[in-house]
């Protein structure tokens, strides 16, 4: 029987689809790996174990494997992505709901192959797509440090994602696609340092989960490396040469910056850094050093810097209200951080982004929990949308030259929204 | 001159736009249960409520608070008829110096005026921004929790322990009834009497 030229192509499509997915369904086969009896502690060289617990500490373990207020490496912290919400899972050595049963080369392949120990497929929220650089030696301090924890019995929550992405082997294509298997391989052109920051960087620390911008596809763009993107509700500035610091960063600064969470000619870290900063308070001098010493070199050739152009008051509303409320701290006596950062220095008000001087100014600066830090009064309660914006607009012509950031009343609103939820 | 409208009475201020709400209160106003601690905005003794959220008075300039509502401690009520709040902090005798337990108040009143059903973890995060270095943290979330339940009108008297003490008389505000010590007397100066002196003796003590 003779079908017309349409069905023809229907049918080829189809054949075509249909083939794709038993790749990726063949491809995405995986067996599940031996169960065992959980290790105890002495099954660890303690050194391991310390060295493990700054391994966690710079792969940033604890913020996303924690639920606000729960126990630590718990699970069921809620991560939004464009396709949903992915509750991350319990990473204790509970034998029921948590590691356990799974044994170092279970463990191992998580990291390397994104694949759980029954031979599921992880979504890259964990990303697998960076700790796939991490070493075997590292894997196994990490490991070690695991599963010497306490276990906590909390069982993952479920995910709230629809059709097709609920079905873990589809994401055997995105692997075949965009997933490109470690471990680290050192760039012999440059020298040890160098090659730590970019093991580090591109590995445990992921740096570019937040500072990359994605496709539609989840995944990075590797076109725009550390260009800068939102995440999170928060602006994850450009870490390449499109970095627009005001003054320089060099290794110096960054790596006083990572260590401290702030530095005062550039500001403090807010948000997702915030929690990066704390945990990088606990990591070798050394480590720090070498992130710090990459980062540099990835922002060598950045242009942006420089003295700001001086530019007249344009909003004499805003200028009343900076010298009231703000400027006793920002132009005052007191350096960071008992005072506030020098606003011409700020990356808040200079940078591509509105979203993180909206926060900071709503919602002030807390320190870290249990910890000294810098610390700033919210302005949600006191400045209305307008007064807000004529602030924002003589921050931003008068302390950086540049002209307000457009749609800012809404990205005021949505920062009020969201505070409220 | 600046407009102001506090506890409902709207006021013209004849002072510098750029002065913080919190000495226009204290000073032009005699409205002196926000106290002065840090002012910096870090420890939220000076808590009113703008518009009806919780707001920083010695960080907030004047200049923005025309056509705002400005509460204060004394908006809420007063010894003869204090509001759930100020009932609740003083059945829980929640006060020890007293220093804080304005802004505290103040603070714990917009919380419940937006959600009267906060859990305790609400609470803890809307109050974590408010000092108190007596260390009466668990009174006062009991104080918040009491006062939650007189507000849902869930029967005051199931959460009214026995050995708890009514509303005393005689002081001059609820709010100052735990004014007990030398920094919270200062309080209680009668209306136009300046905030200079720091003699407690000088002024008389709260009954209690």
Redesign the interface.
Same mark, same amino acid.
């Given at each position: 029987m003779k079908l017309p030229t349409g069905g023809h192509i229907v049918i080829g499509v189809l054949a075509l689809v249909a083939l794709v997915l038993g790749i990726c369904f063949l491809l995405a086969w995986r067996d599940a790996l031996p169960a065992i009896e959980p290790p105890g502690a002495g099954d660890f060289a303690a050194d391991t174990i310390a060295r493990g617990a700054q391994l966690a500490a710079l792969g940033g373990c604890a913020p996303c494997h924690t639920a606000p207020?729960g126990a630590s490496f718990a699970g069921g912290r809620a991560i939004d992505t464009p396709f949903g919400r992915i509750f991350s899972t319990n990473i204790t050595p509970d034998p029921h709901s948590g590691i356990g049963r799974w044994s170092e080369a279970a463990f191992r392949r998580a990291m390397r192959e994104g694949v759980d120990r029954e031979g599921r497929q992880l979504y890259p929220a964990f990303p697998y797509d960076h700790f796939t650089l991490v070493s075997d030696t590292d894997d196994a301090a990490l490991y070690a440090y695991l599963m010497t924890r306490r276990p906590v019995r909390a069982e993952a929550r479920q995910n709230q994602l629809g059709f097709p992405l609920r079905i873990r082997w589809i994401l055997a294509a995105w692997k075949l696609r965009y997933f490109h298997p470690g471990p680290y391989q050192p760039d012999t052109a440059h020298d040890e340092l160098w090659n730590r920051g970019a093991y580090l960087v591109n590995g445990l620390a992921h740096c570019g989960a937040c500072h990359t911008p994605r496709n539609r596809f989840g995944a990075e763009n590797p076109a725009q490396r550390f260009a800068g993107t939102e995440a999170e509700d928060w602006y994850a500035y450009a870490i390449n040469s499109a970095s627009q610091a005001r003054v320089p960063w060099d290794a110096d600064s960054l790596s006083l910056f990572l260590r401290n969470g702030w530095h005062d000619r550039h500001g403090i870290a807010q948000g997702p850094m915030a929690r990066v900063t704390d945990d990088l308070a606990r990591v070798p001098d050394s480590d720090c050093r070498a992130i710090a010493v990459y980062v540099a070199w990835l922002m060598s050739e950045s242009t942006a810097a420089g003295a700001p152009k001086a530019a007249p008051p344009n909003s004499r509303d805003g200028q009343? !209200?900076y010298?009231?409320?703000c400027a006793?701290?920002h132009d005052g006596a007191r350096p960071l951080p008992i005072g506030g950062v020098r606003l011409e220095l700020s990356t808040a008000v200079s940078g591509e982004s509105a979203i993180n001087l909206i926060n900071v100014v709503l919602d002030?600066v807390?320190p870290p929990e249990g910890a000294a830090g810098p !610390?700033?009064?919210g302005?949600? &309660?006191?400045? &209305?949308d307008t007064?807000l914006d004529s602030l924002v607009t003589y921050l931003r012509g008068h302390f950086a030259g540049k002209p307000p950031w457009p749609a800012f009343i809404e990205h005021v609103r949505e920062a009020r929204r969201r505070s409220h939820d | 001159m600046i407009e102001l409208t506090v506890n409902g009475q709207t006021h013209r201020i004849d002072a510098d736009p750029e002065t913080p709400l919190l000495y226009v209160l204290r000073e032009d106003l005699q409205l002196n249960a926000a106290k002065f601690g840090c002012g910096l905005g870090q420890c939220g003794a000076c808590t009113v409520l703008v518009d009806g959220e919780a707001a920083l008075a010695c960080v907030t300039p004047i200049l923005v608070l025309p056509g705002r509502q400005v509460t204060t401690l004394e908006g809420l009520g007063g010894a003869e008829d204090p509001a759930p709040i100020q009932r609740a902090f003083i059945e829980e005798q929640a006060a020890q110096c007293g220093f804080c337990i304005a802004g505290m108040i103040m603070r714990a009143q917009a919380l419940l005026q937006s959600n009267p059903r906060a859990s305790d973890a609400d609470i803890r995060a809307q109050l974590e921004p408010n000092l108190c270095r007596c260390g009466t943290h668990m009174r006062i979330l009991r104080a918040v929790r009491r006062a939650a339940a007189l507000l849902q009108g869930s029967g005051a008297a199931a959460f009214h322990s026995p050995s708890a003490k009514s509303a005393p008389g005689g002081s001059e505000a609820a709010g100052r009834n735990g004014s007990g010590g030398t920094e919270g007397s200062e309080d209680l100066r009668r209306p136009g009497e300046r905030d200079l002196s720091r003699h407690p003796q000088q002024r008389e003590r709260p009954e209690r």
């Open positions: 207020g009343a !209200i010298a009231a409320a006793d701290c002030g807390r !610390i700033m009064p302005f949600a &309660s006191t400045l &209305s007064q | -």
